[in-house]
């Protein structure tokens, strides 16, 4: 009964255009499409057994967290729900890590309460909420792809027909011939695919919050698919390079989130307002992704050919591309963000005080560092509330030694030590 | 149907309940975790997998991708020989032809394989270089009177030289291994004639052939042009030990291949647990120890495999380019020189370090080591004077004429009937043991070779074999030396002042 009512709506939403903007007013408020980031935590503490990647375990409270598609994708890849796991948490601390000293920290709720990892916050469209759909995006398929180049997803193999690759190396110069190696160089390619079915399954309407979360999901990625490095060793005679061997490395997850936060800072406002909006360009496949970029960049001119792939696009696939749109910026002078770009919808609050219709803790309580001028120091953290002083003692491991072999002995120093929290 | 899972599984949850934290410190405890927890490092690559995962991910794709050029060009050097082995039986086909098919089966391989697009550029660079030679060594030839070898070899030198600087580093990094042969060939040529161990300069085909011979054209081993020729002319005979030789080489080559590549990252990261952030004295002195045996098992896979070119292609059969067991248990820094590489070694002694000899007059102990600084700046002028090699060169060098000293004069002092070292009818230097080889002595070689493992894992540790796409500074060079204080060069600083007491 109501299956029927809700393949009927989705029928009517893909046939009137009206319907479908009062169905996206009617979802927003209430977004569920990312319970999955529950996996990082429900597995604690010992609910997947970290070194059994095949006997992997779940109870049933992390099930539910999924949808029918990805516990299926869980099930069909053994070993990928402990990557989806540690990608999850590896992003969760690169959050807090380029949060840390910002007035919104990366809270992550007590997950035990049920609901959303990160908190209501995800519910509405601010930059936050951008940062935290791309950075968990790109932890998953950071952390697929390795797991994929360390052979514990079985259903990975490393495809040696494909060596040379020329669109999916993006640091190398065009027009050079990439080196080749038989290896798990396309590891990213497997997770890059695998995070975009697994992270984007929810992200099925056509409101443009749900536009917003692919456009970040898909930033994300790319972050990660882009910042892929060649390594290489040469052996020649004496220093030279006569035999050269490369394969490909995962970049840092460091290094995705710097530039995640920097996207952060420039991320472009979109508009909320009609389907109108939502322009339809071409994004077939991430090997054209690069292309795509620049010809965003470029302007326009492209525009009517990329249609007509599209149209042939149509036809091949007999559905429509959920990746084919094109935001527009709130100001109509500024360009049209680029593949790698955040996109929000709302202007973030002030993120003072505790608001929990939001979700927001608010920095009451927050420790902030009295002599810096920058968003941790006291007069901003405090959003001018003031703050107190107190002298703690603070108790360190230091002076590590290494035992040969195999430990680390390290002894207990205490120290004094002013710490400033916000009132 | 998966809508409705959808409403089965969230179903109910109408988000009513505020958020609700138990208490802010909690939230802080989790924020403090996290912190922690971001001081772990990105472990080499290949550091997590198992032995069967290493062995597929990175052995064989290895193996596979060296396979093309190095497979490639064994083709060509068995063709090669079969060609001259047939074409020596049909006695009308000239001469010239087998120095042309040498030429072809030699260049083939860089053509075949070379990545980097502009092929036009390279066939230039190698084809060029050897005509550059030639001409200028007519040229040498017919307008000076004397010392034409050696402003022939100047010459040389400093083209090397402005090519090293001045040229796009990647593809000459590529190039930079022919060019260096092929400067070792000419300039050999050139004092060969002097000599009159050649009687006349080579016409343009055979000095073509020589100069880019099937084979030893970027990996080595140089040959004299009396070799080369007798390649072509002479019969080889084979055996089935012989096979097995060549295939025994092979696979030690291929060993140290992958031991370069992956394996040593792989067992040091694994089972020794060294890592990059920790500055205790074993995980340091691991850390340079992988360095350096990366450089050095690279250098083995290089001349195993130039080796067995070489054997096929029929220069010489018996020919011994490196001795890796004399490396990495060094009795003492001389065999390090000498085996690192022999044919190199009795080039710069050949036609450097006996030339200038020859020219000095009076004072004997001022020529040898005039000589011997000769010898270190050809050898530094050959690879372009580049930084790090350089300064290994220039180190290698004291360590080891410290080291002799210091050896010489112990064994002249305490022990009579010890020598350092004797030399053999083959005018190569070998430890004898001596009669009464007493633990004492025994202790004392002991002494300098693991003092000798340790120079050379110093020594080794700036020698980097990955590329790094950015130009290194002086400053970045030299940073695993000032990791550890230069320690190694004090020790061989303390080591002479030792010697001076004695």
New interface residues.
């Given amino acids: 009964m109501k299956a029927t009512i809700v393949i009927r709506t989705i029928i009517l939403t893909l046939v009137v255009d009206e319907i479908s903007k009062v169905y996206a007013k009617h979802r927003e408020g209430k977004y569920k499409g990312t319970h999955w980031w529950g996996i990082a935590k429900a597995g604690e503490p010992n609910n997947l057994v970290p070194m059994s990647p095949g006997m992997m375990h779940m109870d049933s409270t992390s099930m539910t967290l999924l949808r029918n598609k990805q516990r299926r994708m869980i099930r069909e890849n053994p070993g990928v729900l402990q990557a989806i796991s540690r990608g999850v948490n590896m992003a969760l601390q690169e959050c807090q890590h380029q949060f840390r000293n910002r007035r919104w920290n990366c809270s992550t709720k007590n997950f035990m309460t049920g609901e959303n990892l990160f908190g209501k916050i995800v519910d509405r469209g601010f930059r936050e909420t951008a940062f935290i759909y791309a950075i968990t995006s790109a932890g998953v398929t950071h952390a697929v792809s390795r797991a994929c180049a360390e052979g514990v997803i079985e259903t990975c193999t490393c495809d040696t027909a494909h060596q040379r690759r020329g669109p999916y190396i993006q640091n190398s110069e065009p027009g050079v011939k990439d080196w080749e190696w038989g290896g798990c160089s396309d590891n990213i390619d497997f997770g890059y695919k695998f995070a975009r079915m697994f992270v984007d399954t929810g992200e099925r309407g056509r409101s443009l919050r749900e536009k917003m979360n692919l456009h970040n999901n898909e930033a994300g990625r790319m972050h990660v698919q882009s910042e892929m490095k060649q390594e290489c060793k040469c052996h020649g005679m004496s220093g030279s390079c006569t035999v050269k061997t490369c394969w490909m490395k995962l970049p840092n997850f460091r290094s995705i989130g710097d530039n995640l936060k920097d996207r952060f800072d420039g991320a472009s406002w979109v508009m909320v307002g009609n389907a109108g909006g939502l322009r339809r360009t071409r994004r077939k496949d991430n090997a054209q992704n690069k292309h795509n970029e620049n010809a965003q960049q470029n302007g326009m001119q492209q525009q009517p050919s990329a249609q007509q792939g599209q149209q042939q696009e149509h036809h091949r696939r007999g559905g429509r591309n959920r990746y084919s749109f094109q935001l527009k910026p709130y100001d109509p002078e500024l360009k049209a963000p680029g593949t790698k770009d955040l996109v929000y919808l709302e202007q973030s609050p002030q993120f003072c005080d505790a608001n929990p219709r939001l979700g927001i803790l608010g920095t009451h309580g927050r420790q902030c560092n009295e002599s810096s001028i920058g968003m941790d120091g006291c007069d901003l953290m405090c959003c001018q509330r003031g703050y107190k002083t107190h002298q703690a003692i603070v108790s360190e491991r230091c002076n590590c030694t290494f035992l040969w072999c195999c430990e680390v002995k390290c002894s207990v120093c205490s120290y004094r030590k002013t710490v400033s929290t916000c009132v | ?7 089965l ?2 179903g109910g ?3 009513t ?6 208490s ?1 410190a ?3 405890d ?2 403090d975790d ?2 922690d ?2 001081n772990q490092d ?1 472990q080499s ?1 290949w550091s ?3 032995f069967y ?1 290493l062995c ?3 052995v ?3 193996i ?3 396979c ?3 497979g490639t060009t064994l083709i060509l050097c068995i063709f090669f020989r079969l060609f001259v082995v047939v074409g020596n039986k049909i006695r009308s086909i000239p001469k010239a032809v087998f120095h042309i098919v040498c030429t072809i089966c030699g260049v083939l391989p860089i053509i075949l394989f070379y ?3 502009d092929l036009f550029q390279l066939l230039l660079q190698i084809v060029i270089f050897p005509m550059f030679c030639y001409t200028l060594s007519i040229i040498c030839l017919l307008t000076l009177k004397q010392y034409t070898s050696i402003i022939f070899s100047t010459v040389i030198l400093l083209t090397l030289l402005y090519r090293e600087c001045f040229s796009d580093d ?1 593809k000459w ?2 190039t ?3 060019h ?2 092929m400067s070792l060939k000419a300039m050999a040529v050139l004092f060969d004639l002097r000599s009159n161990e050649l009687h006349k300069f080579p016409p343009v085909y055979q000095y073509t052939g020589y100069m880019l011979c099937a084979g030893t054209i ?3 081993p140089f040959l004299t042009f009396q070799e080369y020729k007798n390649a072509l002319f002479t019969p080889v005979y084979w055996n089935t030990s012989k096979v097995f030789n060549v295939i025994r080489k092979i696979i030690i080559s291929l060993f140290c ?1 992958v031991m ?2 992956c394996l040593l990252d792989w067992l040091l990261n694994k089972h ?2 060294i890592d990059e952030n ?1 500055n ?1 004295i ?2 340091i002195f691991l850390l340079m120890y992988k360095q350096a045996l ?1 450089f050095r098992t ?2 083995y ?2 001349s195993y495999m130039s080796t067995v070119f070489a054997m096929v292609c029929g220069y010489n059969t018996e020919i011994l380019v490196t001795l890796p067991m004399a490396i990495e248990w060094p009795q003492s820094l001389l065999n390090v020189v000498i085996y690192w ?1 022999v044919p190199m070694h009795h080039w710069l002694k050949k036609y450097i370090f006996e030339e200038v000899l020859k020219y000095g007059k009076k004072n004997k102990h001022t020529n040898k080591i005039l000589a011997v600084g000769a010898t270190y700046l050809v050898s530094s002028l ?2 372009g004077l ?1 930084v ?2 350089s300064a290994v060169l220039l180190s290698l060098a004291l360590y080891t004429y410290v080291e002799h000293r210091l050896r010489t004069k112990l064994a002249s002092k305490f022990l009579k009937t010890y020598s350092y070292y004797s030399k053999n009818y083959h005018n190569s230097k070998k430890y004898i043991s001596t009669n009464n080889c007493t633990w004492f002595i025994w202790i004392i070689n002991l002494i300098f070779t693991i003092l000798n493992i340790i120079h050379l894992a110093y020594l080794g540790s700036v ?1 980097d ?3 790094v796409n950015s130009v290194r500074s002086y400053y970045d060079s030299f940073e695993p030396w000032r990791r550890v204080s230069y320690f190694s060069h004090f020790i061989i600083l303390f080591m002479y002042l030792i010697s001076i007491i004695l």
Avoid at chain 2, 17 to 22: G, P, T
Wanted: hydrophobic share 30%; net charge negative.
């Fill in positions: 149907m998966d809508q409705q899972q959808l409403s599984s969230y949850n109408e988000y309940e505020d958020y609700f934290y138990n802010p909690d939230y802080y989790l924020y996290a912190i927890g971001q990105e690559f997590h997998l198992s995962q597929t991910q990175c064989l794709p290895a596979w991708s060296t093309n050029l190095l990545e980097d697009g990647t990094r590529k930079k291994s022919c260096m042969l970027y990996l080595g291949f370069s590549i020794m647990y920790r205790t074993t995980n990366e690279g250098h896979f290089i590489n050959l690879h580049e790090r090699l020698m074999v990955s590329v």
